[in-house]
Structure formats: structure tokens, C-alpha cells
């Protein structure tokens, strides 16, 4: 079983930028990806950004070149980094781990509680 925290959420200007992380419990989570999810009201959740355990990483467009998601196995975090950040980013961000690399959240087997980011322009 694996539990996840995220923290570092928190109200900012735009073009501000946040340091989000996933704290993992559990002795497998070197050996899982990691991914970030975020959810703006009124909206479905969608896919931000994934880590591979080896490190390989993956972006959705409308994040790349300004988030950086890194991953520290030693102490069980990942951490997502948000630069440049935008109005249109507010949402709540979820990490979440699972077996498989992948942008689809059904393949996510454990989700941590939310973190709120709100970036006022």
C-alpha cells in the first residue's frame, strides 16, 4: 500500500512560481511513476505531468517548458516545479502513483488528497 501527501499549494500572482510535492509512504515507491493531476471547478481532471521510476518524464502541452516534475527516491517525493504561472492554471493538483507510465488516470492506483494552487492575474 501507498500513501500520498502533496503540499506547497497556495495563492500567487501570476508569473509566480510554486514548488508542489508528493510524499510517499511505502517501501515500493521507488518502483512506480508518479503522476500529476490537477482539476479546475466545473472542470474534469486532467493529466500535468509524469515521472517514470527511472526518471523519464512526460508533459501536457499546455505545462510544457514551464513546469519541471523531478522525483527524489531517497526520500520517497516527488516534486513538481511551476514557473511562469498562469490564471488558467488554478485548480486542485493530485499526485498519484501507479505500475504503468501513462497520462490516463485509470491506470493510477493511489491518490493523494489535493493540494489548491490559485494563481490571480
Known amino acids: ?3 500520498l501527501v502533496e503540499s506547497g499549494g497556495g495563492l500567487v500572482q501570476a508569473g509566480a512560481s510554486l514548488r508542489l510535492s508528493c510524499a510517499a509512504s511505502g ?3 521507488s518502483s512506480l511513476a508518479v503522476g500529476w493531476f490537477r482539476q479546475a471547478p466545473g472542470k474534469e481532471r486532467e493529466f500535468v505531468a509524469l515521472i517514470s521510476w527511472s526518471g523519464g518524464t512526460r508533459y501536457s502541452d499546455s505545462v510544457k ?3 519541471t516534475i523531478s522525483r527524489d527516491n531517497a526520500k520517497n517525493t516527488v516534486y ?3 514557473n511562469s504561472l498562469k490564471p ?3 485548480a486542485a493538483y493530485y499526485c498519484a502513483a501507479g505500475p504503468y507510465i501513462s497520462s490516463s ?3 493510477y492506483n493511489y491518490w493523494g488528497q489535493g493540494t489548491q494552487v490559485t494563481v490571480s492575474s
Do not use: I, K
Open 1 to 3: 500500500q501507498v500513501q
Open 27 to 29: 517501501r515500493t515507491f
Open 65 to 67: 517548458g514551464r513546469f
Open 80 to 82: 513538481l516545479h511551476m
Open 88 to 90: 488558467e492554471d488554478t
Open 105 to 107: 488516470q485509470s491506470l
